[in-house]
């Protein structure tokens, strides 16, 4: 299986800060990276695919990049509808797998 | 729009098998383009794939779960179904149904486009 890491597992930001989250893969997955945000009570919604591209009604100040086995989450500033848990995912093999998560929180 | 929306029963008796269901409305499950995937999250926990269902029929599953696992599909129900077997507290979880979609795009890339709300079931005597 391809094991997802990632980092950190918790951060503290205000409102307007720039964050970055980081998520590594175990093996190499070329761009087969997915991102998405998990609010309290709530199904995970898709921000990213393909390590960079933006799904549709995603708002244009979170980002991706990243190839190989180093991928990262960027959220140019932080709003207030931001603070979730945020998790990749591989796609490049089965079974798919997740990585832990990283909490944003105030 | 595509909606999905897991039932069946929230609580399980250790060593009987869980049963879900997932009616997907706006969509067709024999339409192609799409995967049919159930995910679940312990309490606290992160996110694991049981395995999914394609518009042919075909399963693939985790193998920590295999042993355990049936995805089948009801196409003129338009639903697909879990079945896990000899459950134990362990598998005490929120159950999410969720849409895969793949695309072509010099290779094939995928990922969960729609999710159900999800379905706590707990596995408890």
């Known amino acids: 299986d391809i094991q997802m890491t990632q980092s950190p597992t918790s951060l503290s930001a205000s409102v307007g800060d720039r964050v970055t989250i980081t998520c590594r893969a175990s093996q190499s997955i070329s761009t087969y990276l997915n991102w998405y945000q998990q609010k309290p009570g709530k199904a995970p919604k898709l921000l990213i695919y393909?390590?960079?591209s933006l799904q549709g009604g995603v708002p244009s100040r979170i980002s991706g990049s990243g190839s190989g086995t180093d991928f990262t989450l960027s959220i140019s500033s932080l709003q207030p509808e931001d603070f979730a848990t945020y998790y990749c995912q591989q796609s490049y093999s089965a079974p798919l797998t997740f990585g832990g998560g990283t909490k944003v929180e105030i | 729009q595509v909606q999905l929306q897991e039932s069946g029963p929230g609580l399980v008796k250790p060593s009987q098998t869980l049963s879900l269901t997932c009616t997907v409305s706006g969509d067709s499950l024999s339409s192609g383009g799409y995967r049919w995937n159930w995910i679940r999250q312990p309490a606290g926990k992160g996110l694991e794939w049981i395995g999914r269902?394609?518009?042919?029929?075909?399963?693939i599953y985790n193998p920590s779960l295999e042993s355990r696992v049936t995805i089948s599909v009801d196409s003129s129900k338009n639903h697909f179904s879990l079945k896990l077997r000899s459950v134990t507290a362990a598998d005490t979880a929120v159950y999410y149904c969720?849409?895969?979609?793949?695309?072509?795009?010099?290779?094939?890339?995928?990922?969960?486009?729609?999710w159900g709300q999800g379905a706590l079931v707990t596995v408890s005597s």
């Open positions: 393909a390590a960079s």
């Open positions: 269902i394609d518009f042919s029929g075909s399963t």
């Open positions: 969720a849409r895969e979609e793949f695309v072509l795009r010099g290779d094939i890339i995928s990922f969960f486009d729609n």
